[in-house]
């Protein structure tokens, strides 16, 4: 049975809430933009039409997103009430303030999300490090963590390259993260380098080893986002793919090379930026898709640019570079830790099956983006 404490933390959680969204001029912000949508002459520019459809849809999702904490909130209140009636039962009660609680916290963490590439869709990226076979393999296990994350998230996942290990695992492998709400927001908190320690099943003597994978994540931009990319500066090669999809993919050169000579806007430095993309049998669709990576990495750099002062920020409590790992997962001790945040849990296995919930939470918890 809940508390008195736990009832008035639930009705203050909701009550900030509606302060800090703001709800009262959402409303009339609602109304205003929607009423637009209903001009006679709305939709002969289709994709402006678009644009201000997803607007309003925005603002209403924040309003019912409310709505339905201001319901469950005010739902245990009557039930803890009701309770001292005895016209409902202590599991009732419990039920009512689990309601509650899942509401809240899934509109307080869509409340960090407040940068223009949160809702984007992206581009999530593994290298394996240093240490062959053990880390290859450690590398196609963060993979398969982030496609179960995404498959529980309702996202569609695209292997659009992937380069497979020597023996076992991968050395790389590029994921789009696609169809679900603040697939980039989410996983921004994965960017660095998650580091592996546990009894090897490929070393002879047993012994506890330390591997190293760095994760990469970046928005992936659609139409709507216009970037700029020269054209005197993009140069193509093809090759043939390998692995699955039948004799025809080794027969057709329908992989592509996409190689883009960036230059730093700042300082002037000139770096090559290289795509491989493999995902279709037709070498048009994986120049288109080369192209969007390419457009999305552009994107990254400018949005990391914009802001530099948050990422400031983040450097002073921990640089992600290799060699400074982000987190830790701890097989044999039953452990993974994130050292940013201290988060951490001793469910391993759901861990590696997903659930990660816990730890981006925290992180944007902890490195919150202002207006």
Same mark, same amino acid.
């Given at each position: 049975?809940?508390?008195?404490?736990?009832?008035?933390?639930?009705?203050?959680?909701?009550?900030?809430?509606?302060?800090?969204?703001?709800?009262?001029?959402?409303?009339?912000?609602?109304?205003?933009?929607?009423?637009?949508?209903?001009?006679?002459?709305?939709?002969?520019?289709?994709?402006?039409?678009?644009?201000?459809?997803?607007?309003?849809?925005?603002?209403?999702?924040?309003?019912?997103?409310?709505? !339905?904490?201001?319901? #469950?909130?005010?739902?245990?209140?009557?039930?803890?009430?009701?309770?001292?009636?005895?016209?409902?039962?202590?599991?009732?009660?419990?039920? #009512?303030? !689990?309601?509650?609680?899942?509401?809240?916290?899934?509109? =307080?963490?869509?409340?960090?999300?407040?940068? =223009?590439?949160?809702?984007?869709?992206?581009?999530?990226?593994?290298?394996?490090?240093?240490?062959? $076979?053990?880390?290859?393999?450690?590398?196609?296990?963060?993979?398969?963590?982030?496609?179960?994350?995404?498959?529980?998230?309702?996202?569609?996942?695209?292997?659009?390259?992937?380069?497979?290990?020597?023996?076992?695992?991968?050395?790389?492998?590029?994921?789009?993260?696609?169809?679900?709400?603040?697939?980039?927001?989410?996983?921004?908190?994965?960017?660095?380098?998650?580091?592996?320690?546990?009894? /090897?099943?490929?070393?002879?003597?047993?012994?506890?080893?330390?591997?190293?994978?760095?994760?990469?994540? $970046?928005?992936?931009?659609?139409?709507?986002?216009?970037?700029?990319?020269?054209? /005197?500066?993009?140069?193509?090669?093809?090759?043939?793919?390998?692995?699955?999809?039948?004799?025809?993919?080794?027969?057709?050169?329908?992989?592509?090379?996409?190689?883009?000579?960036?230059?730093?806007?700042?300082?002037?430095?000139?770096?090559?930026?290289?795509?491989?993309?493999?995902?279709?049998?037709?070498?048009?669709?994986?120049?288109?898709?080369?192209?969007?990576?390419?457009?999305?990495?552009?994107?990254?750099?400018?949005?990391?640019?914009?802001?530099?002062?948050? #990422?400031?920020? !983040?450097?002073?409590?921990?640089?992600?570079?290799?060699?400074?790992?982000?987190?830790?997962?701890?097989?044999?001790?039953?452990?993974?830790?994130?050292?940013?945040?201290?988060?951490?849990?001793?469910?391993?296995?759901?861990?590696?099956?997903?659930?990660?919930?816990?730890?981006?939470?925290?992180?944007?918890?902890?490195?919150?983006?202002?207006?």
């Amino acid at each position: 049975m809940i508390t008195l404490d736990q009832l008035k933390d639930i009705q203050d959680r909701a009550d900030a809430l509606y302060k800090y969204l703001d709800i009262d001029r959402k409303k009339i912000e609602y109304e205003e933009e929607d009423l637009r949508t209903q001009a006679p002459d709305f939709w002969e520019d289709p994709a402006r039409a678009q644009e201000q459809m997803k607007l309003v849809k925005g603002i209403k999702k924040w309003i019912d997103g409310y709505e !339905e904490v201001r319901t #469950a909130a005010d739902e245990l209140q009557l039930s803890f009430d009701f309770y001292k009636d005895e016209l409902v039962t202590e599991e009732e009660v419990d039920a #009512a303030y !689990e309601r509650a609680v899942k509401a809240i916290d899934a509109l =307080e963490l869509r409340n960090m999300l407040r940068q =223009e590439e949160d809702p984007m869709d992206c581009v999530l990226k593994i290298n394996s490090g240093a240490g062959g $076979t053990e880390a290859q393999d450690w590398a196609e296990m963060l993979m398969r963590m982030y496609q179960r994350w995404a498959e529980k998230g309702g996202y569609k996942v695209t292997i659009s390259d992937l380069q497979e290990g020597d023996e076992a695992g991968i050395k790389s492998v590029t994921m789009q993260i696609e169809g679900g709400e603040y697939a980039y927001g989410f996983l921004k908190s994965e960017n660095g380098v998650h580091r592996l320690v546990r009894v /090897s099943p490929y070393n002879a003597q047993g012994k506890r080893m330390t591997s190293f994978a760095s994760v990469f994540v $970046t928005p992936l931009v659609d139409d709507t986002i216009e970037v700029y990319v020269d054209p /005197s500066k993009v140069s193509w090669d093809t090759f043939r793919s390998s692995g699955a999809g039948g004799q025809n993919v080794n027969k057709v050169e329908t992989g592509v090379r996409l190689r883009y000579m960036y230059t730093d806007p700042d300082t002037g430095e000139e770096e090559e930026i290289l795509i491989a993309n493999t995902e279709s049998r037709k070498q048009q669709q994986n120049r288109e898709n080369a192209m969007r990576l390419l457009k999305s990495q552009l994107y990254d750099r400018a949005m990391k640019k914009r802001l530099e002062a948050q #990422a400031a920020i !983040e450097a002073g409590k921990l640089k992600i570079e290799w060699g400074s790992q982000i987190r830790s997962y701890v097989f044999d001790d039953r452990r993974v830790k994130d050292h940013r945040t201290n988060y951490q849990t001793t469910d391993v296995d759901a861990v590696m099956d997903g659930k990660l919930d816990g730890f981006i939470k925290a992180y944007l918890m902890e490195f919150p983006v202002a207006d």
